[in-house]
T-cell receptor, first 111, second 115 residues
Framework: QKEVEQNSGPLSVPEGAIASLNCTYS??????FFWYRQYSGKSPELIMS????GDKEDGRFTAQLNKASQYVSLLIRDSQPSDSATYLC???????????FGSGTKLNVKP | EAGVAQSPRYKIIEKRQSVAFWCNPI?????LYWYQQILGQGPKLLIQ????????DSQLPKDRFSAERLKGVDSTLKIQPAKLEDSAVYLC?????????????FGPGTRLTVL
């Protein structure tokens, strides 16, 4: 079992739709969770961090965390073609101990 | 604020050769990470430094990989000898570990091809 699991996709959504990306983790001691966006040939860039159960919103992005279900998700509202990228979920304990990335979900936003 | 610097950006070597990568973190960042990202996979942590001490190197193949951060600033990752399966992008990241604002900032990476 991988520490952080994601569906590899690709996930295809039309422009303007909501994209929903999901992630599960195995370590119940994990406390910090992150979503990164990675364009092809580029390094990961942070979109959102979330530490507490519930929702966290930042512009068009909403991260959701459910520690009981060991589940993290990212919603992208009003998806744009420029959102087309691979989205990496990552999680770990404090100070990035036991910190793991998922393999990423490829998102395609069609004009 | 200058970002994480890495060099070289690309490297092509033959198997059994040696190679070294350099990373300079964001100024003031105490923690430095080296990741290996194989095509189609997420980054895998190889080693984490806090200042010049190793915090986690559990996934570092120590028979061929070594890393150092002698003065708690820049770092070098070495592979000796390289194998075909070492072909990957090697990412360096740094963080300041300032409470809830913890964020890892990634460098541009070094793309290694082993022939």
């Amino acid at each position: 079992q991988k520490e952080v699991e994601q569906n590899s996709g690709p996930l295809s959504v039309p422009e303007g739709a909501i994209a929903s990306l999901n992630c599960t983790y195995s370590d119940r001691g994990s406390q910090s969770f992150f979503w990164y966006r990675q364009y092809s040939g580029k390094s990961p860039e942070l979109i959102m961090s979330i530490y507490s159960n519930g929702d966290k919103e930042d512009g068009r992005f909403t991260a959701q965390l459910n520690k009981a279900s060991q589940y993290v998700s990212l919603l992208i509202r009003d998806s744009q073609p420029s959102d087309s990228a691979t989205y990496l979920c990552a999680g770990g304990r404090n100070n990035f101990n036991k910190f793991y990335f998922g393999s990423g979900t490829k998102l395609n936003v069609k004009p | 604020e200058a970002g994480v610097a890495q060099s070289p950006r690309y490297k092509i070597i033959e198997k059994r050769q040696s190679v070294a990568f350099w990373c300079n973190p964001i100024s003031g960042h105490a923690t430095l990470y080296w990741y290996q990202q194989i095509l189609g996979q997420g980054p895998k942590l190889l080693i984490q430094f806090q200042n010049n001490g190793v915090v986690d190197d559990s996934q570092l193949p120590k028979d061929r990989f070594s890393a150092e951060r002698l003065k708690g600033v820049d770092s070098t990752l070495k592979i000796q000898p390289a194998k075909l399966e070492d072909s990957a992008v090697y990412l360096c990241a740094s963080s300041s570990l300032a409470g809830d604002t913890d964020t890892q900032y990634f460098g541009p990476g070094t793309r290694l091809t082993v022939l």
